[in-house]
């Protein structure tokens, strides 16, 4: 098993915000960085989408723990199985923080080309999220 995780980021937005906003998969176009990915797809659970041109990424929302933890797993057409947590807690009625927990089942081999890329990927949606003004 791979974990990885990224950085931790503040948000200046109340938890209950970031939450709702991550719940509706339709919001996650806005996190990914927009040259590297195509073919975009989503509806309120779940949403897939094309890296570089290559592998296509299904995310589908399992469980969440209102306002504070979404738990989502990778979808039959992903090229390994893997889960992504994305946990928030409140650091006051109006600024929370963040983090996401990768867990992937990847060969050796997978494991050194795909560590780099995702652990990137991983903070820019964290960095990315820390500038999103409107999370309604």
């Known amino acids: 098993m791979t974990t990885i995780e990224s950085k931790t980021v503040r948000v200046k937005n109340s938890s209950q915000e970031v939450f709702l906003f991550l719940k509706d998969m339709n919001n996650f176009y806005q996190l990914l960085p927009q040259d590297k990915v195509s073919d ?3 509806d309120t659970g779940q949403c897939s989408f094309r890296v570089q041109g290559a592998v296509v990424i299904p995310l589908v929302q399992v469980s969440v723990n209102e306002f504070s933890h ?3 797993k990778s979808g039959d057409s992903a090229p390994f199985p893997f889960t992504l947590d994305i946990n928030i807690h409140s650091l006051s009625e109006e600024e929370c923080e963040g983090n996401l927990v990768f867990n992937g089942e990847m ?3 997978l ?3 795909a560590v780099g890329p995702l652990t990137n ?3 820019y949606i964290a960095n990315k999220l820390v500038e999103v003004k409107s999370l309604s």
């Open 40 to 42: 975009f797809k989503s």
């Open 70 to 72: 979404i738990h989502i």
């Open 107 to 109: 060969n050796a081999f």
């Open 111 to 113: 494991r050194m080309m």
């Open 121 to 123: 990927l991983f903070n």
